[in-house]
Structure formats: structure tokens, C-alpha cells
Nanobody, 123 residues
Framework: QVQLVESGGGLVQAGGSLRLSCVAS????????VGWFRQAPGKEREFVAT???????THADAVKGRFTISRENARNTVYLQMNSLKAEDTAVYYC?????????????????WGQGTQVTVSS
């Protein structure tokens, strides 16, 4: 049984920073492709960033240059460092893991999901 637990969300002013963490149990994240997604009220879940098993990273255009995904194998944790936050970054942020294939930007291709953590950016 794989469980993902996100933490690190909160309320921050525009221009501020947050670091989200995704801790896994039941599987090594270094053996998985892990993604961060977000969902704002009334909107579909959207891709934010992914880190492949081999360490390759991809970021959505909307966050490129501001957000960085990384992995710490010793802690079995994937992070999302978010800088220069904007009001439009407000959403529930989810981490997800998939066992097969490569990193993916499509939510439906992921096997496991965390419960989400709320990020609210005030303008």
C-alpha cells in the first residue's frame, strides 16, 4: 500500500515563498515518477511539475522559473519549492506517483495520490 502525504501549504503574501513536501510510505519515490498538480475552485486539476525516476524534471510554463521540483531519496520525499508566488497560484496542491513509464503531465496516468495541501496567496 502506497501512501503519499503532503505538507507545507499555508497562507502567504504575493511575492513570498513556500516549500511543499510529499512523503511516501510503502514505496521508494526514487523508483517512481512523481508529479505535483494543483486544483483551484471551479477549475480542472492541472500539471505543475514532475520528476522522473532518472531525475529529469519538467515544469509547467506557468511556474517555470519560479517553482522547482526536487527529490531527497534519504527521506523518501519530493519537494516543490515555490518562489515569487502570485494570487493565481492559489489552489490545493497534490502530489502523485506513477510506477510505470516516464514522467507525465496527465493526472489520469498516476497511480497514487496524496490528500492535498492548501496554498493561498494574498494579493
Amino acid at each position: 500500500q502506497v501512501q503519499l502525504v503532503e505538507s507545507g501549504g499555508g497562507l502567504v503574501q504575493a511575492g513570498g515563498s513556500l516549500r511543499l513536501s510529499c512523503v511516501a510510505s510503502g514505496r521508494s519515490l526514487s523508483s517512481s515518477n512523481v508529479g505535483w498538480f494543483r486544483q483551484a475552485p471551479g477549475k480542472e486539476r492541472e500539471f505543475v511539475a514532475t520528476i522522473w525516476r532518472n531525475g529529469i524534471t519538467t515544469h509547467a510554463d506557468a511556474v517555470k522559473g519560479r517553482f522547482t521540483i526536487s527529490r531527497e531519496n534519504a527521506r523518501n520525499t519530493v519537494y516543490l519549492q515555490m518562489n515569487s508566488l502570485k494570487a493565481e497560484d492559489t489552489a490545493v496542491y497534490y502530489c502523485a506517483a506513477r510506477n510505470s513509464g516516464l514522467g507525465s503531465t496527465q493526472p489520469a496516468t498516476y497511480d497514487y495520490w496524496g490528500q492535498g495541501t492548501q496554498v493561498t496567496v494574498s494579493s
